[in-house]
């Protein structure tokens, strides 16, 4: 057990970043995490009115018909299931058990329009449609099923939870819980207000023209070529830059209404809706992007069995593929599943 997981689940490791305090510089690593594409399945199952890309994962050496415990995995804003999830679903198999992980609607391979359109609400409908799927397998224990999201996923997970009582646990990792409040606090409250009329005018001229209006989904920054992105930030941009030969179908465009949701997204005002089923936030103790005050929030908020884990971070995409920061979150994961679904 790390020194992390000794403390009480209570005690906030260091303060929280403000809007105005810059990020820790992240150190070089060695060797980011490669996905291994032979541990993964494609499949397809049927969601909200449409077909559904997936991948299964399932524990080396197991009997097609051996049941064991399932997860559903989420992952980031506008990514696909090549991307971060790879990494936890591997991890997670190694250890027992069968991983679902899939494209939201209008993402990869999963059918949807509009394309590359973002909506936690309809993703949150994604994530249900696949625990059911999973819920039919004959490899899966239906009474033994969790989900484990990231970043956006994470916040996606314990909106699942609160309204999925299939679900046996629940984890989030580095999670985005309170978007629209974390660009009130970056922009303030004049400066959220001005861009949320931005977005307002670009769709009005968008339900006038008929069309559908795109932007980069990730940038360096913001400029005069590049006035408006749904990450403009140069950790999210190096991320994707460097993992995109990894996920062919991932595009780096979004539609601008996919920027709307994030004003009115609020996983905190969901926690305490997750009781009983048991919840493990993990989040990193530095990151400048999903402030560490909202995974605090979380986890104050909830009411059931919980547990908060920092892990010493100098930023947020070490856990998306980066050791140790994905080998020591995926371990507290999986002790937190072993706990309440029992070890496979």
């Given at each position: ?35 291994d ?13 449409a ?11 197991a ?11 989420c ?35 999963s059918?949807?329009?509009p ?6 609400h309809?993703v ?5 449609s696949?625990v ?7 490899d ?14 994470g ?5 699942l939870g ?14 985005a ?10 922009m303030?409250?004049?400066?959220a ?7 307002n005018?670009?769709l ?8 559908v ?20 930030n140069?950790?999210a ?11 062919p ?13 994030l004003?009115?997204y ?11 089923t048991?919840?493990m936030?993990?989040?990193g ?31 947020h ?21 072993n ?6």
């Amino acid at each position: 057990m790390t020194a992390a997981s000794s403390r009480p689940a209570h005690v906030r490791i260091r303060p929280s970043l403000t809007a105005a305090e810059p990020e820790a510089a992240a150190p070089v690593p060695d060797a980011f995490l490669r996905a291994d594409a032979s541990r993964r399945v494609p499949l397809r199952f049927q969601g909200d009115g449409a077909s559904m890309a997936g991948h299964l994962y399932r524990p080396r050496g197991a009997a097609s018909t051996e049941r064991t415990p399932g997860i559903v995995l989420c992952g980031p804003i506008g990514s696909v299931k090549e991307l971060v999830v790879p990494h936890y679903a591997e991890r997670l198999a190694d250890a027992g058990y069968t991983v679902l992980t899939f494209d939201p609607r209008g993402f990869g391979g999963s059918e949807g329009s509009p394309r590359l359109h973002h909506d936690s609400h309809r993703v949150v409908d994604d994530y249900a449609s696949a625990v059911s799927y999973l819920l039919t397998r004959d490899d899966v224990d239906p009474a033994r099923v969790a989900a484990l999201g990231v970043c956006m996923g994470g916040g996606h997970a314990v909106s699942l939870g609160a309204r999925d009582k299939r679900l046996k646990a629940v984890v989030a990792i580095g999670g985005a819980y309170d978007t629209g409040g974390m660009l009130q606090k970056f922009m303030g409250v004049d400066g959220a207000a001005a861009f949320c009329r931005s977005i307002n005018d670009i769709l009005q001229q968008q339900y006038v023209n008929g069309d559908v209006r795109y932007v980069p989904a990730v940038a360096p920054g913001l400029s005069k070529e590049v006035p408006l992105a749904v990450m403009p930030n140069a950790e999210a941009h190096g991320f994707y830059t460097r993992s995109q030969a990894d996920a062919p179908t991932w595009t780096n465009l979004m539609t601008v209404a996919s920027i709307v949701s994030l004003f009115t997204y609020n996983a905190v005002a969901h926690a305490p809706l997750v009781a009983p089923t048991p919840l493990m936030v993990i989040h990193g103790t530095r990151d400048g992007t999903m402030l560490p005050e909202y995974a605090q929030q979380v986890f104050e908020a909830a009411v059931g069995p919980k547990e908060l884990v920092w892990i010493e971070t100098q930023n947020h995409v070490q856990l998306y593929d980066q050791e140790p920061y994905v080998d020591e979150a995926t371990a507290h994961a999986i002790r937190w599943l072993n706990q309440h679904l029992g070890r496979p």
